[in-house]
């Protein structure tokens, strides 16, 4: 992937992707939509992996942005 370091996060398609796999996994698992989320992948032009990385690294961030628009994903 893409330099994104000078995209603000909401237009990072990791933190996009980032966010649907957090919100996915604490719904009912990324494997029960992995349609979805593999093409989400593929439409922002990220791998899994790149996501998993995004994640370890920006995880509350992420949390941040799906509580502040109510989708606790309970």
């Known amino acids: 992937m893409g330099d994104t370091a000078g995209k603000s996060a909401r237009k990072n398609p ?10 996915l996994r604490k ?12 093409g989400i992948l593929r439409d922002l032009g990220v791998t899994d992996a790149e996501v998993e990385a995004y994640l370890d690294e920006h995880g509350e961030e992420v949390e941040q942005a799906i509580r502040s628009h109510g989708r606790r994903g309970d």
């Not at 990791?14 to 919100?23: C, D, E, S, T």
């Open 14 to 23: 990791l933190f996009g992707a980032a966010v649907v796999k957090a919100v």
């Open 27 to 38: 719904r009912d698992g990324v494997s029960a939509t992995s349609a979805l989320y593999e």
